[in-house]
């Protein structure tokens, strides 16, 4: 929210400003089902670059946009899992405890946050890196950031191996 932007709150102890902070919002596709069931439905979620798990808990709103589309509309008694963009952590099965036009309450006990190993190594060359791009490894041109080839990899190894096979050509060989 804009004003959530701009908005400083005070910290009573020393008397100094600091801006709040901003929590990304979750766009629709980024839900996807599992399955339906006739009591609940299951749900996975990836979350946005930035995203923070107290996020989850603490701003209700950052659901809006699934709640926006009926197809993705989260419901009272749905299960989600929710994965973070790296992938360090995810809270596997939580309860949607509240869902509204705007809001998803998740009852989130402390048990369901599962610690990963991050995504964030990176490689890269005097023309191309190659980052975690949310769902994979991909490969981007360095000068202006735009991802070369349309696929993502497991790892970095697969990824370094398609961006030399298909972007560094090898030069004919002379008799």
């Given at each position: 929210m804009a004003k959530q932007q701009l908005e400083k709150a005070t910290n009573g102890s020393a008397g100094a400003e600091v801006e709040a902070?901003?929590?990304p919002i979750i766009k629709s596709g980024a839900l996807s089902w599992q399955s339906e069931g006739y009591s609940w439905r299951e749900a996975f979620v990836r979350l946005p670059a930035g995203m923070i798990f107290q996020d989850l808990q603490d701003v209700p709103t950052i659901w809006k946009n699934?709640?926006?589309t009926r197809q993705t509309a989260l419901q009272r008694f749905d299960?989600?899992?929710?994965?973070?963009?790296?992938?360090?952590?995810?809270?596997?099965?939580?309860?949607?405890a509240d869902?509204?036009?705007?809001?998803?309450?998740?009852?989130?006990r402390p048990g369901d946050l599962i610690r990963l190993t991050s995504k964030s190594a990176e490689?890269?060359?005097?023309?191309?890196?190659i980052r975690w791009a949310g769902s994979?490894?991909?490969?981007?041109?360095?000068?202006?950031?735009?991802?070369?080839?349309p696929t993502y990899f497991a790892n970095i190894d697969a990824a370094k191996s398609e961006m030399y096979r298909l972007l560094y050509p090898v030069a004919a060989k002379q008799p």
């Open positions: 902070r901003e929590a699934v709640q926006a299960r989600v899992t929710c994965v973070s963009f790296d992938e360090s952590w995810l809270v596997k099965d939580v309860l949607v869902a509204g036009p705007q809001h998803v309450v998740l009852a989130i490689f890269q060359d005097e023309r191309h890196r994979g490894f991909a490969v981007f041109r360095r000068s202006d950031d735009i991802q070369m080839i």
